[in-house]
């Protein structure tokens, strides 16, 4: 089973960047989906953007033109750039990959069989 190993959390004020990284253990086929999610005090695990093996990409609505996720799939690490971050965005990051649906027009819809520890990204008023 691959490990995934999150970076690059931390504390930021409304408006700031962050780019989290996922360091992989191995290589990924590309039948296989990378996404990142992220957990809120409170609330449900949901997701918050999928790259395919492709390369494409989805995203959930509420980040749609703020985040980027990107991988480099040679040095086995996928990224999210985070721009323009809000109160709302703070939470627990995860990167999970698996195979079967990535994504639709409605954002990330992948089921993951792997998931990192987490980096908390927590975004000041």
């Known amino acids: 089973q691959v490990h995934l190993v999150e970076s690059g959390g931390g504390s930021v004020q409304t408006g700031g960047s962050l780019r989290l990284s996922c360091s992989l253990s191995e290589y990924l086929h590309l039948d296989y989906c990378m996404a990142w999610f992220r957990q809120a005090p409170g609330k449900e695990r949901e997701g918050v953007a999928a790259?395919?093996?492709?390369?494409?990409?989805g995203y959930a609505e509420s980040v749609k033109g703020r985040f980027t996720i990107s991988k480099d799939s040679w040095k086995k690490i996928l990224f999210l750039q985070m721009d323009s971050l809000k109160p709302e965005d703070t939470g627990v990051y995860y990167c999970?990959?698996?195979?079967?649906?990535?994504?639709?027009?409605?954002?990330?819809?992948?089921?993951?069989?792997?998931w990192g520890q987490g980096t908390q990204v927590t975004v000041g008023s």
């Open positions: 999970a990959q698996g195979k079967g649906l990535c994504y639709d027009a409605s954002g990330p819809r992948l089921v993951p069989s792997s």
């Open positions: 790259i395919a093996g492709d390369g494409t990409t």
